[in-house]
């Protein structure tokens, strides 16, 4: 084929798309309007238009148009979605006992909401009990004997020294008990933070 013909036929082509999407396209008219081209949508002048929709209405009588329409509701556009990424924690924590032991019971599920402070798992704790109960003893023990010490200050029959002594003993037997209650306590694994 020639040179000139392949032209005309390029030139044909492109013409036709042109006219293709002037007139298919949505955003044509804007664009061409843009371009200095508005003569391509221009509007017949109103007065010819009513016109001719009253000849037309004399003919074939009112045109009615017929719509139909659904009542407005809610649907599931996307039911799942997929990403690829990363993920990040907003606070993590790393939990670990005061002291080393057994695991004697572990009192949430994983994946389970903990609030701050609750008690997620308690080591072997029978060690710590049994001095939480000496101690006991021994503060009772103490007690009893600062009162008879204390009843024999009364009638003198003890000496001031004796009844200091025996508060030291009490309150080293107060301080015992406490000892073993924080040791006892240190046997719970508690939550730092509140999370999932």
């Known amino acids: 084929m020639r040179t000139s013909k392949q032209i005309v036929v390029a ?9 293709a999407w002037a007139r298919f396209s949505p955003g044509a008219p804007e664009v061409l309007a843009r371009w200095g081209i508005d003569w391509a949508y221009a509007t017949p ?3 010819n238009s009513a016109a001719g929709a009253r000849q037309a209405g004399n003919r074939n009588g009112p045109r009615q148009v017929d719509v139909v329409a659904l009542p ?7 039911d799942r979605l997929q990403a ?5 924690a907003n606070a993590s924590v790393t939990v670990n006992p005061y002291s080393s032991g057994r695991l004697a019971e572990l009192l949430v599920e994983s994946g389970s909401h903990v609030d701050k402070g609750q008690i ?30 204390k009843s024999l200050r009364a009638s003198n029959a003890a000496t ?3 009844v200091a002594d025996a508060e030291v003993v009490l309150a080293g037997a107060k301080l015992a008990l406490q000892d073993a209650e924080l040791a006892l306590q240190r046997r719970s694994i508690v939550a730092p933070i509140s999370g999932t």
């Open 11 to 19: 030139l044909v082509i492109v013409v036709a798309a042109g006219a």
């Open 45 to 47: 002048p109103a007065g």
């Open 72 to 78: 407005a509701g809610t649907a599931t556009i996307n």
């Open 84 to 88: 690829i990424g990363t993920g990040r």
């Open 120 to 149: 997620i798992a308690t080591l072997d704790s029978e060690t710590e009990i049994i001095a939480q109960n000496r101690a006991k003893l021994a503060l009772q023990d103490a007690q009893a004997k600062l009162d008879r010490v």
């Open 160 to 162: 001031p020294v004796a």
